[in-house]
C-alpha cells in the first residue's frame, strides 16, 4: 500500500492550501458579512481568483472547466477547500451544486448538460435537489415519496411538497424526485425543472439550527401542476432511486473530505490556546485530561481520512455497489467526528470557545447537520449491519 501522491497531485494540494491560507482564510469574515446582506462581491473576486490560478472545479473533466482528477483527486484537494466554511464555493466545489454536476455528468443527455451543466460549471447558476418532503413524505426513508408526475399528452405534470432543498431559493435549476409509478424500485424518476416554471412555489426559507451561509438556505417548495416535456427527465423514467443513490454515495464522501478539513483546522487551532494558557501552574497542554481530549480527535480523524480515501478508491476502481457500506460508515464516523471536535475545541477555550468571538460554537451548529443531511446515522448503520450480515463487507481490508 502505498500512501503517497503522485507529484503533480502533492504539488496542487500545496498550491491549494496556500490559496485557502492567504486568500480564502483572510477573507472569511467579510465574505460571510456580504453573504447576510445578500452580496457576493468578495466571493467573487476569490472565484475569478480562484480560476485564474487554474483551481476551478478541478475535479471535473478538462472539457467542462476542470482537471479530470476524478474522486482520490478531490479527497486531496476538498480537504483543503474544507478548512474554511467558504472555501468549497470559491473553487466551486461545495454542495449541493458540486453533487448535482457529478449527477448530470453521470446522467444527462448532451443536450441537458450543455442547458444545466455548463452555467453550474460556469458558476452563472446554482441548483438544489429535491428529494426530502415533510412528513409523512419522503425522509430517511425515500420510499414513502409523495410528490408525483403524472403524463398527460406529451407532458408531465408534477405535484408535490418539499422541504430542505437547500439552495433551492436563489437557484436555477431544481433536480426534483418525483413518484412515477407504485413500483418499489424503479417508481422514482429524477426530472430537471428550471426554478422559474410555472407553478413552482417558493413557500419559504426557514431557520435551523446552522446559519444561512452563501447556498447553505434551507428552502421549502410546492410544486403546482408544474408542466415538463420528456426532455426533463434524467436518465430515464424509473431510474429515479438508483440516481438518486449514484448521486448520495460520493456526495457523501465530498461532504467527509471538506468536514476533515474543518475538523482538522478546529483542532490545530486550539494548540495555540493549548500551548499558552495556564491553569492550576501549567499550560493547558500539560493537563492529562486534556491530552486525552486531543489525542482521540487526532486518532479519528485520522481514522476518517484512511476510510474516506479507502471508499474513494473502490469508487474510483468502478466498485460502487461494493462501496455502499464503506461510505455509510465513513459518513457516520466523520460526521461524528467533526461534531466531537467542534465540542471539544469548545470545551477547551472555555468562555472563549462559547463565544463568538471564537469560530467554533457557529462551526459547530452547522456541523450537527451532518448526523443527519445525506441520510441519518441510524439509516446508515441499519446499511452497514444489513450488509454485513449478508458477507459483503470486508473489514480486514
Ligand atoms: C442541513 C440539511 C440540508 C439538507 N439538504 C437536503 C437537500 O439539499 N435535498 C434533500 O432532498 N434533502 C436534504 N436534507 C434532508 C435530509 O436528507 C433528511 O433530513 C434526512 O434524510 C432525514 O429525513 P427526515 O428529516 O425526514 O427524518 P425522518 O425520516 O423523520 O427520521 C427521523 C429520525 O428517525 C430515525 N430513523 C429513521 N429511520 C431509522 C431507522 N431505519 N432505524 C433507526 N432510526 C431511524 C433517525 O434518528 C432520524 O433522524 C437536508 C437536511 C439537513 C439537516
Known amino acids: 500500500m502505498d500512501f503517497s501522491l503522485s507529484p503533480a497531485l502533492a504539488a496542487l494540494r500545496a498550491t491549494v492550501r496556500s490559496f485557502v491560507d492567504e486568500h480564502v482564510i483572510p477573507n472569511e469574515a467579510k465574505v460571510i458579512a456580504e453573504d447576510r446582506e445578500l452580496r457576493y462581491d468578495t466571493l467573487r473576486a476569490l ?7 487554474d483551481l476551478w472545479v478541478p475535479h471535473l473533466p478538462v472539457e467542462r472547466g476542470g482537471k479530470g482528477l476524478g474522486i482520490m483527486g478531490m479527497c486531496v484537494l476538498f480537504r483543503e477547500m474544507g478548512r474554511s466554511p467558504v472555501g468549497a464555493k470559491c473553487f466551486n466545489c461545495d454542495a449541493p451544486d458540486q453533487g448535482n454536476m457529478d449527477l ?14 455548463q452555467p453550474l460549471c460556469d458558476a452563472t447558476m446554482t441548483s438544489a435537489f429535491c428529494l426530502t418532503e415533510p412528513a409523512p413524505g419522503a425522509g430517511a426513508d425515500p420510499t414513502n415519496l409523495r410528490t408525483r408526475a403524472v403524463r398527460d399528452g406529451d407532458e408531465w405534470v408534477i405535484d408535490g411538497h418539499k422541504w430542505y432543498s437547500t439552495g433551492a431559493g436563489a437557484a436555477g435549476v431544481l433536480l426534483v424526485v418525483a413518484r412515477t409509478s407504485d413500483d418499489p424500485k424503479s417508481g422514482a424518476t429524477i426530472f430537471i ?8 412555489v417558493h413557500v419559504r426559507d426557514f431557520a435551523t439550527m446552522g446559519d444561512e451561509l452563501l447556498q447553505h438556505r434551507e428552502a421549502e417548495l410546492r ?13 430515464k423514467v424509473g431510474d429515479g432511486f438508483r440516481l438518486a443513490q449514484a448521486r448520495l454515495v460520493p456526495a457523501r464522501l465530498t461532504h467527509c473530505m471538506r468536514w476533515l478539513g474543518l475538523a482538522d483546522r478546529a483542532l490545530s487551532l486550539c494548540r495555540e490556546y493549548l500551548a499558552t494558557r495556564v491553569a492550576f501552574g501549567k499550560t493547558l497542554a500539560h493537563h492529562q485530561m486534556l491530552q486525552r481530549m486531543l489525542a482521540e480527535n487526532a486518532r479519528d480523524i485520522h481514522a476518517g481520512n484512511l476510510m474516506t480515501f479507502h471508499c474513494a478508491w473502490m469508487i474510483e476502481r468502478g466498485e460502487h455497489k461494493e462501496a455502499r457500506a464503506y461510505s455509510s460508515m465513513a459518513k457516520n464516523h466523520v460526521a461524528k467526528t467533526l461534531c466531537k471536535v467542534l465540542d471539544d475545541a469548545i470545551q477547551i477555550h472555555g468562555g472563549l470557545g462559547y463565544s463568538e468571538d471564537a469560530p467554533f460554537s457557529t ?7 451532518a448526523r443527519i443531511a445525506d441520510g441519518p446515522d441510524e439509516v446508515h448503520d441499519m446499511v452497514v449491519a444489513r450488509d454485513w450480515m449478508m458477507g459483503r463487507v470486508e473489514l480486514l481490508v
Open 363 to 369: 462551526w459547530y451548529r452547522s456541523a450537527r447537520a
Open 193 to 200: 425543472v428550471p426554478r422559474d416554471a410555472k407553478g413552482v
Open 223 to 235: 410544486f403546482e401542476g408544474v408542466r415538463v416535456g420528456d426532455d426533463a427527465v434524467l436518465s
Open 47 to 53: 472565484q475569478k481568483r480562484a480560476r485564474d490560478a
Open 104 to 117: 448530470l455528468l453521470l446522467a444527462a443527455s448532451q443536450a441537458q448538460q450543455d442547458r444545466w451543466l
